[in-house]
């Protein structure tokens, strides 16, 4: 195998924890946006801000086109658990534009204008379009 040095095993569990923290994050604000207190919804929005600084700061240190889809992918995906539809449209919209054949985009950015509040027909054919891309394989 391949030796590494000390910096790039920390800087692997580095990034191996914030994975897990985000991923964490995304779960308990999924589960509290969804709960009858408003005290969960607003611990949710807190998770939600701090997941969004800690991947707009990742977003910055992305060095690879992928790296920086995928950076874009999870925002979305971050902004769609929250409810933050618009948001979740802008990154995954922006991931596309670097990464147009991500099926796993697509469909995200399928689900997220079908959550729109105000759906127009555009909208459903948007979605459809989206859902069919993800479904390419």
Known sequence: GILQTSKEVEDISWYSNQESHIQNIL??????????????HSQAR???????????????????DQGKANVLNQLGC????????????KYLTAALAID???EKTHAQLGVAYTKKSQISDEDYIAA???F???LRK
Do not use: N, V
């Open 46 to 64: 807190e998770w939600y801000r701090q997941a969004k600084a800690i991947l707009l700061d990742k977003q910055k240190t992305a060095t690879t």
């Open 100 to 102: 147009p054949d991500s």
């Open 128 to 130: 459809a379009e989206h």
């Open 132 to 134: 069919q891309q993800s």
């Open 27 to 40: 779960t308990s604000a999924r589960i509290s946006m969804h709960s009858p207190y408003g005290l969960h």
């Open 78 to 89: 971050l902004a769609l658990a929250i409810e933050e539809i618009d948001d979740a449209q």
